[in-house]
């Protein structure tokens, strides 16, 4: 089996869970002996009119600018070069510009869902203009005609199914895996400026701004928790900068609490989890949220107590499982688990010790590889619709 990953950013690109995902999959196929290129459909012919082929760990890298997918002309070129049998589609960007090509050239198309296109927060942002009613034209011929969907939720898939019109049995939940070999080698906590051993460290993990993330909800709930615990401090691991300074001058008298450290790798990603006391993640009740996002796979990995807001697959894979503590998304709630964390070891410990699990059954790499390769075998039985 040939796997081509299409992706609508760079590999490799930016350090977020968007662009690690296709990363992760690559490795993981490449460890079974799954042969496997990546086509980047670019929006913006930066490096010219032509085709590029580079290279990321000993994978080809094929780097085509919109005048080679818009027709579906440079796939079509990539599989005289380099013969593939399922196409990969990451994003609603990576799936919408393989689609002329897939059905030109009748290769079954697996679409993966990172989020719901017309339901992000910033969308009003964003906008509805021309650009956005053509990718949600073309989604829904995606839909219509993609052997396979994944979704990273249970709800996800509902809406595909239910709202999209996919039939149940062409869609399959898979969450945003992770290689727990990473987390399971011995190693040292990192050291972080500004954080000595009395300190209680609240961390969160990503982008700081993302409005589905929630991180200003966290940032209301800090002062309360550094007035019942002075020890405390809050790192955020994730950018940009200038973000980190406004929320400390919002915090005023407990601004010198908050650290934020950017530009940090996947690698010092895992020791830094280690020297955390809580995980947090505030995340808003939203259609955007319906996804699993990469985080939560950092976290369970990580085996630290979790604190999180109690909406979509979060109550299946943090509450029944007993791996997290769920709240309510408000600035009160949040920093009442934290409290709570932080003040009950017995608690604290019995949150980390269900992480392992969870992360075993439902984002190790390995065994998401197993659920990847029964969705590509089952897209290549039903072949191109």
Not at 102 to 118: A, D, K, M, Q, T
Not at 156 to 170: F, T
Not at 198 to 217: C, D, F, L
Request: proline content about 7%; aromatic content about 8%; hydrophobic content about 40%.
């Amino acid at each position: 089996m040939r796997v081509l990953i299409v992706t609508s950013f760079p590999i490799p690109g930016e350090y977020d869970g968007t662009a690690m995902l296709p990363i992760k999959i690559l490795r993981a196929l490449r460890s079974r002996g799954i042969e496997v290129a990546v086509a980047y459909l670019r929006l913006r012919p930066s490096k010219g009119l032509a085709t590029v082929r580079e290279d990321f760990e000993g994978t080809p890298v094929f780097n085509i600018p919109p005048v080679g997918w818009v027709g579906g002309s440079a796939l079509l070129k990539i599989a005289r070069e380099w013969p593939f049998d399922v196409v990969h589609a990451q994003h609603y960007g990576g799936a919408t510009r393989a689609y002329a090509a897939c059905r030109r050239g009748r290769w079954p198309l697996v679409y993966e869902i990172h989020s719901l296109l017309g339901e992000e927060v910033e969308r009003d942002r964003l906008g509805r203009g021309p650009v956005f009613r053509t990718y949600m034209a073309v989604e829904k011929k995606v839909f219509r005609h993609a052997a396979q969907v994944i979704a990273l939720g249970e709800p996800v898939k509902q809406v595909v199914v239910e709202k999209k019109g996919v039939p149940e049995e062409r869609v399959s939940v898979i969450y945003p895996g992770i290689d727990l070999g990473e987390y399971e080698r011995p190693g040292e906590p990192a050291t972080i400026p500004g954080i000595t051993a009395r300190h209680e460290v609240i961390m969160y993990v990503g982008s700081i701004v993302h409005p589905n993330q929630g991180v200003p909800i966290l940032v209301e709930s800090l002062p309360r928790i550094f007035d019942a615990r002075p020890d405390a401090r809050c790192v955020l691991v994730g950018g940009p900068a200038d973000a980190g300074d406004r929320y400390r001058a919002q915090l005023g008298e407990h601004g010198d609490k908050l650290i934020v450290l950017t530009g940090r790798t996947p690698e010092q990603v895992v020791a830094l989890t280690r020297r955390a006391d809580v995980l947090v993640h505030p995340r808003l009740a939203c259609v955007e949220n319906y996804s699993v996002q990469s985080k939560l796979a950092v976290y369970l990995a990580a085996g630290r107590p979790i604190v999180a807001t109690d909406f979509g697959d979060y109550r299946q894979l943090l509450g029944d499982t007993g791996a997290g503590l769920l709240t309510e998304v408000a600035p009160g709630a949040i920093a009442d688990g934290i409290l709570r964390v932080l003040s009950d070891p017995t608690l604290a410990a019995s949150l980390a010790a269900a992480c392992p699990s969870v992360a075993c059954d439902h984002f190790a790499m390995d065994r998401n590889i197993d659920r990847y390769l029964n969705v590509y075998d089952r897209a290549m039985v039903a072949g191109p619709r």
